[in-house]
């Protein structure tokens, strides 16, 4: 087996993994406040985390003053406001509107960069961002929308819009910082911004919170931290043009999960939802990897 194929193997192992945070936060949703469970995944995580730091050797480099906001900020916006809102967002839609919608992480964030950074848009990017926005009306405006909510697709997007604002401020640190370092960064961070409303919700966990408590564990080991050595592994295998088509299999792996695992209906919007956006991301790592060829 050559090691671009194993490459291909670990990013599509990565992002199933990714996928599947989609249904673990359906269940989660179901049985915790959402601080309390995202507290509780960092708190699982981080010390995995330190031992991977510790196993190969990474250390905490010294940033400036900046670099530490622009750190709380991310783990704010996009470790604590993600997951919080995508937990929040499907206690009231399905995790097959979800899927949909946080496929086009990749295409709100070039957008993102346009807006913020007054990065020049490109054919293609504006041809996608055409696509996504069509898969998500083509579900958030459905007059057949079965068990999704206009609110919980909007709280989704919401964690799109925060998981983007985690990628454009990753630009703005002014010291490289390895990816081990910084996920170990992300959830000591995370779970003390996550903590602190934490303190305020409401606990009743029982018997009846149990599988969300399992979700929890699950979310922090296998997306968290085994998604991170999946995707790394991979990453360094391939180029970083051909990475990321394999964004395009969280979304499509999520809608497959919440029909065999949630047992929900996935209707025709749906399939045409995830189509559209499929389209769109791949689209963007086809353009991607062509520029690249050029190069």
């Keep these: 087996m050559s090691r671009e194929f194993q490459g291909y193997i670990y990013l599509t192992l990565a992002m199933t993994t990714v996928g599947s945070t989609v249904v673990a936060s359906k269940v989660i949703a179901s049985g915790l406040p959402p601080f309390t469970a995202t507290a509780l995944r960092f708190a699982v995580a981080f010390p995995f985390f330190v031992f991977l730091m510790r196993w190969t050797g990474a250390r905490l480099l010294q940033l400036s003053g900046r670099d530490w906001l622009i750190l709380v900020t991310q783990a ?14 499907l206690s009231l839609t399905s995790a097959a509107n979800a899927g949909v919608i946080i496929g086009t992480l990749p295409v709100v964030s070039a957008a993102i960069s346009i807006l913020v950074l007054g990065e020049r848009p490109q054919r293609f ?63 000591a961070i995370g779970f003390v911004v996550a903590g602190v409303p934490a303190l305020f919700e409401h606990h009743d966990i029982g018997i009846a919170s149990q599988p969300a408590l399992l979700a929890v564990l699950y979310y922090a080991l296998v997306p968290t931290v085994g998604g991170f050595i999946l995707w790394y592994a991979g990453a360094e295998r391939v180029s970083g043009a051909e990475a990321s088509l394999f964004t395009a299999v969280a979304p499509a792996t999520a809608v497959i999960f919440a029909f065999l695992v949630l047992g929900e209906a996935v209707g025709a919007n749906q399939i045409f939802g995830i189509a559209c956006v499929l389209a769109a991301v791949i689209g963007l790592g086809l353009a991607s990897l062509r520029r690249t060829a050029k190069v």
């Design 76 to 89: 704010g916006a996009g470790s604590v406001g993600y997951t919080t809102l995508l937990i929040s967002g």
């Design 125 to 187: 990017l504006l041809l996608a961002i055409g696509l996504a926005a069509t898969g998500v009306f083509s579900i958030a405006f459905s007059p057949a929308g079965g068990s999704g909510s206009l609110v919980g697709d909007m709280l989704i997007f919401g964690a799109v819009i925060c998981e983007g604002l985690f990628i454009l401020l990753n630009k703005r640190l002014g010291t490289s910082i390895p990816p081990l370092t910084q996920s170990a960064l992300m959830t």
